[in-house]
């Protein structure tokens, strides 16, 4: 009974939605009432024990730039980072990214603690031994709202699960190993009245006050997250007609890119491409066709890309060719990939 009434909530969600559309209230503003909604629900899921089945990106309209980020992201299993304004929809984005994922016997782990979370539950504790929110979501999905918000300790914990897919404990002479290998996607606001990048409201914040309130995250950023993109509030030349693609038509294709890199990765001692390491990796593993590397190459020169976004750009740029169903990276490719690196930068 518990799992019918979890499924009922679905309809009634898209029932809701269907009444919203018919008024005139402003696009933003629609969805910005349907995220407090899908919340609500959500709440009253927990109450009854039976919780609100993961999002459906075909529940977010229009920001399809946002929706080909996520597709990419979880295609190759890359990080994603959303920055923007508040109430751009970054939350409502970053929650269905675990309905992108490919089908798998059990429900992805889907952590989302809070800034305000204690140390020890985000990383785990060595005695008693209790592993922290990076362990439990090990083969799932981490949501971080609010990047900004957490202090040092917990950012330098996550930089090295990500680099390391394992977070150390170390209790007198002894260490203890926690599995923490997952799809990282974080949210961050530029700017503390969260108006940076919203085109109807004006940021109190001077540039150099937006680069120091970063400054603390930078290097976490620069250093965890394979796709950057600026979410932008939706506007009525956004939304389309046309119905929206459900997460069960991306999903088959990021399936499809999924099983191209197993094939690839046979002899490897990975499966994704987000996990393509050292420059010879990327050398062996990321083709690319004359145009492209004259399109990276010329990128790298202009845009004053660093080596480390360079290799960001190829294995993304892998991650869509494998969408694509091309072999070899081609100068379209590279386009799109450079197009996800660091929007707080421009």
């Not at 040092?152 to 897919?165: M, S, Y």
């Not at 926690?178 to 919203?198: K, M, N, Q, R, W």
């Amino acid at each position: 009974m518990a799992d019918q009434h979890a499924l009922s909530l679905t309809p009634l969600l898209q029932q809701i939605r269907g009444i919203v559309r018919t008024t005139s209230i402003p696009a933003d503003q629609q969805q910005q009432i349907m995220q407090a909604v899908s919340e609500m629900l959500q709440a009253c899921a927990r109450t009854t024990r039976s919780p609100l089945p993961g999002r459906d990106i075909q529940e977010v309209r229009g920001q399809n730039y946002a929706k080909r980020a996520l597709e990419v992201a979880a295609a190759g299993r890359h990080n994603i980072l959303l920055t923007g304004p508040q109430g751009a929809g970054k939350t409502v984005l970053a929650r269905t990214l675990p309905s992108l994922l490919p089908e798998s016997g059990m429900p992805y782990p889907f952590r989302a603690p809070h800034a305000s979370i204690d140390e020890k539950a985000f990383i785990g504790t060595a005695k008693p031994v209790s592993p922290g929110e990076l362990t439990l979501a090990h083969e799932g999905v981490l949501f971080l709202e609010n990047l900004s918000g957490f202090e040092l300790p917990f950012l330098v914990a996550l930089r090295q699960a990500v680099e390391e897919h394992v977070v150390v404990l170390v209790h007198g002479k002894k260490s203890i190993h926690f599995p923490a290998h997952f799809v990282l996607v974080a949210t961050v606001e530029p700017c503390s009245c969260g108006f940076y990048g919203d085109s109807a409201r004006r940021c109190m914040y001077a540039m150099e006050a937006i680069g120091q309130r970063l400054q603390r995250v930078q290097a976490v950023i620069d250093s965890c997250f394979d796709i950057q993109i600026e979410v932008k509030h939706v506007t009525e030349d956004m939304l389309s007609t046309l119905p929206e693609e459900s997460s069960a038509s991306i999903r088959q294709r990021v399936e499809i890119a999924r099983a191209v890199q197993l094939r690839r990765f046979m002899e490897a001692h990975f499966r994704v491409n987000a996990d393509l390491g050292p420059i010879d990796e990327i050398q062996r593993y990321c083709m690319t066709d004359k145009p492209g590397e004259k399109l990276l190459k010329t990128a790298q020169q202009q845009l004053h890309l660093s080596a480390r976004q360079i290799l960001r750009v190829q294995k993304v740029a892998r991650t869509i060719a494998d969408l694509a169903g091309s072999p070899f990276i081609a100068a379209n490719h590279i386009a799109e990939s450079i197009q996800y690196q660091s929007p707080l930068k421009q």
